[in-house]
T-cell receptor, first 114, second 114 residues
């Protein structure tokens, strides 16, 4: 099992460019999440998908869109990147939507927007 | 809504010394509590979690945490720190009712001196 995989690992964008961050899990999990991590801010939830076919906004959704392509894949799109979106992005998954669930995280995508 | 505070941004210990990382939560009912570790350049990995039963929880890598309802705390401990424990540690609280998605603290960075 690869667990949760993310591509790319690193990316540099210019302001206004667009890109899609890819995430896939091979654990047959139902729920998937996108977080951003900034120094001193911990993890902040951008979007999540409780199950295939559903997506919901998290704490900081502005400037992002998501697609739950199928049960395995959950992508995050930046339509017009801004320097404020420079961050480390983590994808995570859980088997279900019970509060005791353990989250499994990918290795992260480090994004720099110039 | 639940919230979590990690009062210490950085903690420095010597290798072989004991460790305690603090976590305080705010939630009206019984919380679900987690500690995750993030090694440099990696995603988060679950160390341990509490949702019922014995208030002293054992985790991986020799870590333990104790749930103290009267103090709204869930502090992480290790009797003897190894250099490989240098990492970022995140406490998270989940709600037994309402949103199932945990809220993360801002993290504590552990520095281990040889």
């Amino acid at each position: 099992n690869a667990g949760v995989t993310q591509t790319p690992k690193f990316q540099v964008l210019k302001t206004g460019q667009s890109m899609t961050l890819q995430c896939a899990q091979d654990m047959n999990h139902n729920s998937m999440y996108w977080y951003r991590q900034d120094p001193g801010m911990g993890l902040r939830l951008i979007y999540y998908s409780a199950s295939e076919g559903t997506t919901d906004k998290g704490e900081v959704p502005n400037g992002y869109n998501v697609s739950r392509l199928n049960k395995r894949e959950f992508s995050l799109r930046l339509e017009s990147a801004a320097p404020s979106q420079t961050s480390v992005y983590f994808c995570a998954s859980t088997k279900g939507t019970v509060s005791q669930e353990t989250q499994y995280f990918g290795p992260g995508t480090r994004l720099l927007v110039l | 809504a639940q919230s979590v505070t990690q009062p210490d941004i950085h903690i420095t210990v010597s290798e072989g010394a004991s460790l305690e990382l603090r976590c305080n939560y705010s939630y009206g009912a019984t919380p679900y509590l987690f500690w995750y570790v993030q090694s440099p350049g990696q995603g988060l990995q679950l160390l341990l979690k509490y949702f019922s039963g014995d208030t002293l929880v054992q985790g991986i890598k020799g870590f333990e945490a104790e749930f103290k309802r009267s103090q709204s705390s869930f502090n992480l401990r290790k009797p003897s720190v190894h250099w490989s424990d240098a990492a970022e540690y995140f406490c998270a609280v989940g709600a037994s009712g309402g949103s199932y998605i945990p809220t993360f603290g801002r993290g504590t960075s552990l520095i281990v001196h040889p």
